[in-house]
């Protein structure tokens, strides 16, 4: 067996709740940063918002075919894709 054969990658749940934990607060500066400071030049940055704005759009929509299908009830679900 060569060693990139051999090479497994393993993640234990808690080094994975670590990461996520890390990871998704800081997209989710960054995501407000752009939406913060976009807005001021939008003839610079219109494409760039438009598709940001398609983007949280779509995410939001696909989070309540997703709770619904985990069995969430409506107004958790309604209520967290409005927010």
Known sequence: M???Q??????SSRN???YLARSVPSSCTVSSGLLVVLPFD???YGS???Y???????LSASGIVVGRWAGMSSWFVVGDATV
């Open 48 to 50: 760039f918002i438009g």
């Open 52 to 58: 940001q704005a398609m983007v949280m759009m779509t």
């Open 16 to 18: 994975l709740t670590e």
């Open 2 to 4: 060569t060693p990139q």
């Open 42 to 44: 939008v003839q610079r």
């Open 6 to 11: 051999n090479v497994r990658v393993h993640m």
